[in-house]
């Protein structure tokens, strides 16, 4: 699933319950809640911090049992997050913003960040716990 949304804080419930629709009865309820919960931050970050008023991508793919989700905005270059992967999470970020990626890193297994002319991707891989719903081959 691929589509676009205005750079809008007000459109984030509408790619939520997209996404939700989308992978519902396809991924298991867990994957999907941390899936939803990690795409929400990445969607977040775009429109606040990347998005410089213009659209937002996203694309959903399920594939050989993993969920990869996909963001680009078109907004500036960001600084590097200021926390590391192997910190342990009560090192976690306690400020009331920037929290961001440090949550991703914690609900999917592979949090990617690119720069791209202009903007930023952020891509969120996660292996799924029942990769046969993808196919549809579980009851």
Known sequence: MEFEFPASPAHLGE???AVRAGLHGRVSEEDLDDLLL?????TTNAVLHGSGGS?????????EGWAEM???DRGQQRPE???????????APTAISGRGLW????????VR???VKPGTRVTLRHRLS??????GLTA
């Open 15 to 17: 790619v939520r319950r």
């Open 38 to 42: 990690a795409l929400n931050e990445a």
């Open 55 to 63: 659209r937002v991508e996203v694309s959903v793919r399920l594939a």
């Open 70 to 72: 996909t963001v680009v």
């Open 81 to 91: 997050p200021a926390w590391r992967d192997d910190e342990a999470d009560e090192d």
């Open 103 to 110: 949550l991703m890193s914690r609900l999917v297994d592979e």
């Open 113 to 115: 960040l690119e720069q």
């Open 130 to 135: 029942d990769p046969d719903l993808e196919n």
